[in-house]
């Protein structure tokens, strides 16, 4: 018999900066009920198990109340890896072992000290038949995603230290976020072609797919972070915030804001045009997470470099709030940050 599904999760996004949570119910069906969240933001990024531990610690105690045990992980990690690879059919685990030992010719990484998973990854084109191979000998597209074993480690000790056996899965946070893509949006998840900007503290990532089919993921050592500090060390008068200047239109802030944001813009056209150069569907809009997705006035320059509506999504469109008043206020300016918990803990109840 297959595990039996958990009614309620707690989505946990375990990043450098910050930890947000998420309790997600099933009730019943299609019914998803989102009854409680909390971000908290950590001064330093735990080390130790034990530092973990009290990280967790505060932020489920700041997130109250929760009717679930079981907690899905997300990591956001710069020592992770995420690959896309071309295998013939092989079983998973066979796949998994054989990229263990053989990294280097396949990811070109050596992943022996690496916890990997891999995942059959469907194919928005159907059955390829133009080589005339029979179908089950077509090479077929994978996900490979793993952490450094001892992050994964880390993360169990510091669990089994305050909740013994709590710990439902691990998972990277561009798989979640793809994943809270599909649970909010599922006709556009289904139908059309879509881009993803995370825009975390410290690093962004850009994940393309279409109809299903995650077809690129690409990691930015750019965040939030960097666009302050540029901000900070160009600003003409540091009696005002980096941000506070660019909210109220300053000229010099805004011009700084652009110049800062070059890298990331040149990922996401780069990225846009590899998709449309190979497909025949086009990216019409970049939805857009994190911290990032908070500065409107970053949304409007990555539109405007961009040429094409640069906009926040909602993880929770297809859910029903029953959030304690406290959080109901602060919903609304939080939410942009939400969607790697929010995939996480969505999978976990889903499948």
Not at 138 to 145: G, I, M, Q, S, T
């Given at each position: 018999m297959g595990k039996k599904l958990p009614n309620a999760v707690i989505g946990v996004d375990l990043g450098r900066?910050?930890?947000k949570t998420v309790a997600l119910?099933?009730?019943?069906?299609?019914?998803?009920?989102?009854?409680?969240?909390?971000?908290?933001?950590?001064?330093?990024a735990p080390q130790t198990a034990e530092q973990l531990t009290a990280e967790i610690k505060i932020a489920l105690k700041e997130m109250g109340g929760a009717n679930a045990r079981q907690c899905a992980i997300a990591v956001s990690s710069s020592d992770s890896l995420i690959r896309i690879i071309e295998q013939p059919v092989t079983p998973r685990e066979i796949l998994r072992d054989a990229i263990r030992l053989n990294g280097l010719s396949l990811l070109n990484q050596d992943v022996k000290e690496f916890v990997l998973d891999c995942e059959t990854i469907p194919s928005s084109a159907g059955p390829v038949a133009s080589s005339g191979a029979p179908q089950h000998t077509?090479?077929?597209?994978?996900?490979?995603?793993g952490v450094p074993r001892s992050r994964v480690q880390l993360i169990d000790q510091a669990f089994q230290a305050f909740r013994r056996g709590s710990v439902h899965n691990i998972q990277l946070a561009p798989v979640c976020t793809f994943n809270a893509f599909e649970f909010s949006n599922p006709d556009a998840f289904a139908n059309e072609a879509f881009l993803l900007v995370d825009i975390g503290h410290h690093n962004s990532t850009v994940t393309v797919g279409v109809k299903k089919e995650i077809v690129i993921v690409r990691a930015i050592d750019y965040g939030v972070s960097n666009l302050r500090e540029f901000l900070t060390a160009n600003a003409t008068s540091k009696q005002t915030d980096a941000f506070t200047a660019l909210a109220a239109g300053d000229v010099t802030a805004v011009e700084n804001a652009r110049l800062s944001l070059t890298a990331l813009t040149r990922e996401i056209a780069s990225s846009i045009g590899f998709f449309e150069g190979r497909r025949e569907e086009n990216i019409t809009r970049v939805h857009v997470s994190g911290g990032g997705a908070r500065l409107k006035p970053l949304l409007d320059i990555l539109s405007e470099e961009l040429h094409i509506p640069c906009e926040p999504w909602n993880p929770f469109s297809t859910c029903e709030l029953a959030l304690p008043a406290g959080r109901k206020e602060t919903l609304a300016d939080d939410i942009v940050s939400l969607n790697v918990a929010c995939g996480a803990a969505a999978e976990a109840l889903r499948k």
């Open positions: 900066h910050s930890i119910q099933r009730k019943g069906g299609n019914r998803f009920v989102v009854s409680n969240y909390a971000v908290h933001v950590m001064e330093t077509a090479p077929v597209k994978y996900l490979v995603a």
